[in-house]
Structure formats: C-alpha cells, structure tokens
C-alpha cells in the first residue's frame, strides 16, 4: 500500500512532489481537499493558469487520473491541462 502523506512526511520536498502527483483537477476555482484522502488536493483552472504563468509554461501535461472522456487523454483548465492515461481498461474496470 502507498500512503501519500505518510510517505512524504517529514520532508517538505518530498511533500511537494507527493502533492504534484497525487492531485487532481476540479472545474471550481481555488483548491480543496482530495477525494483520494491522506492529504491530497484537488485544484482549479486559476491554480493551474498562475501555476503556468509562474513558471512561464505554455501548459502542464498530467498522468494519473482515467479521464472522463474515457478516451485516454482529456483537455481541462481553458487548455492549459492535458491529463494522459495510457493504462487501457485499468484494473480492468474502466472499459476503455
């Protein structure tokens, strides 16, 4: 078993990327916390335009999460996040 916060804890770095891994977009502004739990976050399209603008990026391209068009990728945030997902039928629950 992963227990993100329990791996992270201690280490502010170490925090950070569990953070940048373990959240997750939402359609609302600002943030909140994560449906994953054990501290995760999830993060609107103002956290990831400043984010963008902050570090002068065009976009952030993701990993992690089954996207809801079920197509293996899905575009969010005004275009400024791509989530990809390249395990087909994950766990052999998702059907794609």
């Known amino acids: 078993d992963c227990d993100p916060k329990e791996t992270a804890s201690g280490d502010p770095a170490l ?6 891994l373990w959240s997750d977009p939402q359609d609302a502004p600002g943030a909140a916390a994560g449906a994953r739990g054990n501290g995760t976050a999830t993060f609107g399209p103002d956290v990831t335009k400043d984010f963008v603008g902050r570090n002068g990026l065009e976009m952030v391209i993701r990993s992690h ?9 899905e575009i969010l945030h005004d275009g400024l996040l791509v989530t990809v997902f390249s ?8 059907g794609n």
């Open 15 to 20: 925090r950070l990327l569990v953070d940048a």
């Open 65 to 73: 999460q089954v996207p809801s068009t079920n197509r293996g990728f």
């Open 87 to 94: 395990a087909s039928n994950y766990c052999g629950l998702q």
